[in-house]
């Protein structure tokens, strides 16, 4: 959280996984050209660009995809998910260095705009298998420059968290057309099983972990919750760790109970920020913590301290003996609510 | 009949970018301030950084400065 | 996430886990299959005697062999081809290989061999035709 916004908000983590990242994409890049010269020696540098961006890109979007379901599988993959803003826009370089030069070396020979040329040279708009893959490729690339170019915070602020969401779930659509672009595109050539069976290996993983962790996480929504009066029990005392909180479900959203100074309080999970689960973090300060990027919320209200204006919504909790009680209905986001007293 | 219409949507894609740019010089000298007052604490280079994501969210921005 | 947006990526990976596969599936059904491995075999460097020579403004063409006959056809490209994907076939529709930058390729041809094809097998379009 800050005053102001900054162009990164660069802390000892952030630098050693962007010098990773970055000796990754060297290392691959030269053992690509390695291995190119040594198999292929008459290799153009055009060809050769066009195609180790391209792989390293693809080979990138892979890995980016599959950081979400792992984290909600092991948490041992948290690491990878606080910075993949990063690795994101990175990927995105190494695709438009690729979708450049493969512009300039298939499409500014004729007298056609290059742009026009993508679109036009090829017009099999209506086979399913014969669709133009190059309309596939840099269809794909508008969608990863749109998302490369708001990911920094003052677009999730400004163009509402809801727009901002769905324009950066269209990777989803853009994750589809390059594996369409490829098969369609470099697989019409390098008919090799080798690299087709490494991208399928590669788009089944990511589908399998995505609906795999999807699926456990219906298991955590439906998980039966015992009722009394419209009181949806959650757990005793005793189980909540001072500081910490105790995750619920409640309605299908995942709500977390705050243990803090002889007190309960209860707040919706899912932070204003990047979506961070609070119930993960814990209290500093007096604060409700997001785990993934610190912003901040008083336990008692589930506002963030001023001058910041991010808001959850709040819940009613009671105790009965040992036992805490939530009611489900949740208060619009920034209600005070009296912490329970232990 | 297909290629005449791709060449009007590449154009007006073309129109869209070219507003834009356009628009993204004013918004980073001056429109930013106008809808997040933090962007008027930040150093200039963050502006610059929001130039391609002005480009591409133009019109969202106009409705909000507009809206202000 | 909130519990609208977990509904919404479980349904588009299992979109994705149905569509995806049958998609790659029609592609790969598709790919041409070349008689020929794809890699054009590399004939020696010190080559045979040229018999006879064709030049245009995109390649220049060296027909080598000996007194048997035409063996390596030698193909100077002056110019990348517009299309990214050109293979070269001969008078019988078998494959010799494939072109792309500026450069020069070596095939191994039949002696009786009258003619090439130069194609664009992605876009099913012929791009020059060379009798030789």
């Not at chain 1, 996984?17 to 198999?39: H, K, R």
């Not at chain 1, 007190?263 to 500093?284: D, F, M, T, W, Y």
């Amino acid at each position: 959280m800050g005053l102001d916004y900054q162009l990164v908000l660069w802390n000892k983590q952030k630098k050693r996984y962007d010098l990773v990242l970055f000796l990754f994409i060297v290392i691959y890049l030269l053992g690509f050209a390695v291995v190119t010269f040594t198999t292929n020696a008459n290799t153009s540098l055009e060809t050769l660009i066009i195609r180790a961006f391209g792989s390293l890109a693809i080979l990138m979007l892979h890995i980016i995809l599959m950081i979400g379901p792992l984290t909600r599988i092991d948490k041992r993959f948290m690491p990878l998910l606080y910075n993949r803003r990063h690795f994101g826009v990175l990927m995105f370089l190494m695709a438009a260095v690729h979708g450049v030069f493969s512009i300039i070396q298939f499409h500014t020979l004729g007298n056609v705009n290059p742009i026009v040329s993508i679109f036009t040279s090829n017009l099999d708009y209506n086979s399913l298998t014969n669709f133009p893959f190059q309309v596939l490729g840099f269809l794909a690339l508008i969608i990863l420059f749109l998302m490369a170019a708001t990911s920094h915070d003052f677009w999730l602020a400004n163009l509402s968290a809801k727009t901002w969401k769905a324009l950066h779930m269209a990777v989803y659509l853009a994750y589809t057309l390059v594996i369409l672009h490829i098969f369609l595109g470099a697989f019409q050539q390098e008919t090799s099983p080798l690299l087709l069976g490494l991208v399928g290996l590669g788009a089944t993983i990511i589908v399998a972990l995505h609906i795999f962790a999807g699926f456990k996480e219906v298991k955590v929504d439906q998980a039966k919750v015992s009722e009394e009066d419209g009181w949806h029990y959650v757990c005793s005392v005793e189980d909540i760790k001072e500081n910490r909180a105790k995750m619920t479900t409640c309605a299908g959203e995942r709500v977390a109970i705050f243990k803090y100074e002889g007190k309960l309080s209860a707040v919706h999970n899912v932070c204003r920020h990047q979506g961070g689960p609070l119930g993960e973090g814990k209290i500093v300060d007096g604060c409700i913590t997001c785990p993934w990027h610190g912003y901040q919320y008083l336990p008692g209200n589930g506002q963030s301290p001023p001058p910041f204006t991010e808001k959850v919504e709040t819940y009613n909790l009671k105790l009965v003996g040992n036992k805490v009680y939530i009611d489900p209905k949740a208060h619009a986001p920034g209600t005070p609510v009296d912490p329970i007293k232990i | 009949m297909l290629k005449s219409t791709l060449i009007i949507l590449i154009v007006i894609f073309g129109v869209y970018v070219l507003i834009g740019f356009l628009f993204g010089l004013y918004f980073i000298f001056k429109g930013a301030k106008q809808i997040d007052p933090l962007i008027a604490e930040s150093k200039f280079s963050v502006r610059l950084l929001l130039f391609p994501g002005t480009i591409a969210t133009w019109p969202f921005l106009i409705t909000k400065i507009f809206k202000k | 996430m909130i519990s609208s947006q977990r509904k919404r990526h479980r349904f588009i990976w299992v979109m994705i886990g149905v569509l995806l596969p049958l998609l790659v599936v029609l592609a790969v059904l598709r790919t041409p299959s070349f008689p020929y491995s794809e890699k054009a075999e590399i004939v020696a460097e010190t080559s045979l005697p040229i018999l006879k020579e064709i030049e245009s403004d995109l390649f220049k063409i060296n027909l080598r062999g000996t007194s048997d006959g035409a063996e390596e056809l030698e193909l100077l490209l002056k110019v990348p081809l517009k299309s990214p994907s050109a293979v070269v076939f001969d008078d019988q529709q078998n494959v010799l290989g494939q072109i792309g930058a500026s450069g020069v390729y070596r095939f191994p041809i039949r002696p009786a061999n009258k003619a090439i094809t130069i194609k664009d097998p992605i876009k099913n379009q012929i791009i020059t035709e060379i009798k030789l």
